[in-house]
């Protein structure tokens, strides 16, 4: 896997780079929370340390809550001529690539999802780094760190972002960032201590000892338990608990 350095002065001009490559969308702040939203200029993009969990999480834009499916007419069925545009989905954090990642397993592999499939071709993620709140409990389920599933991945090291390739769109990417000199291969002497800083400091900010021992079985034999009810009255159906 190819890396290298993303000076923090250049990610404005990481935006009109990935630009070239389609939508760009976002974890965008309103009323004290996140929602992923097209953004239109740089100062949007969403660099920052905590976690952003958005209202609705990264799947909606690949399995939207209502688009066509198929067209009638007197003559029979037909399917509908969708314009799906290439999306750049950025600032996707560990946890949500881990969880697209079970969502191309299961859509993509034995009974294959059209409509997924051809949204995911249209995908292009570039993960982010983050540390972890009081409510992440990622390093239960060992998805705090990726290391597959994105097409650039960035972690920041204070003074600049390292970067990760994951795909060969990955690659077109820096590429053309190259030639517009906003990356740079000759990577600081000291990356391996500011990585192994990085990834010390994320493990020892985890304060949640959830314990997860046995979950699915328990969930198994609480099949018929009271408090499902209880949280099914409560359900608005948006999807965002089963991503994870």
Not at 135 to 160: A, M, R, W
Not at 228 to 240: F, N, S, V
Request: charged residues 35%.
């Amino acid at each position: 896997m190819r890396v290298l350095k993303l000076e923090k002065k250049n990610t404005e001009r990481l935006y009109d780079v990935l630009a070239k490559f389609g939508e760009i969308w976002s974890p965008v702040e309103k009323d004290e929370s996140y929602r992923y939203e097209k953004i239109d200029n740089a100062a949007d993009l969403t660099f920052h340390h905590h976690p952003s969990r958005t209202i609705l999480p990264e799947k909606k834009l690949l399995m939207p809550p209502k688009f066509p499916t198929l067209k009638f007419t007197s003559k029979g069925y037909t399917k509908p001529d969708e314009e799906i545009p290439t999306k750049v989905i950025f600032g996707v954090k560990s946890c949500g690539v881990h969880a697209i990642n079970i969502l191309d397993k299961f859509y993509t592999t034995d009974y294959v999802d059209a409509d997924y499939k051809i949204r995911r071709e249209k995908l292009i993620i570039v993960a982010t780094s983050c540390l972890p709140d009081e409510n992440c409990f990622c390093n239960k389920t060992n998805t705090s760190i990726v290391q597959e599933g994105f097409d650039l991945g960035l972690v920041d090291l204070d003074d600049y972002f390292l970067v990760w390739i994951g795909t060969s769109i990955g690659d077109d990417i820096v590429r053309l960032g190259e030639r517009m000199g906003i990356f740079d291969e000759n990577v600081p002497k000291d990356i391996v201590e500011k990585y192994t800083k990085f990834r010390k400091d994320k493990r020892e900010a985890f304060t949640n000892d959830i314990d997860l021992e046995g979950l699915t079985d328990l969930m198994e034999l609480s099949h018929n338990a009271e408090f499902w009810k209880e949280l099914g009255d409560k359900c608005l159906a948006c999807g965002h608990k089963i991503e994870y």
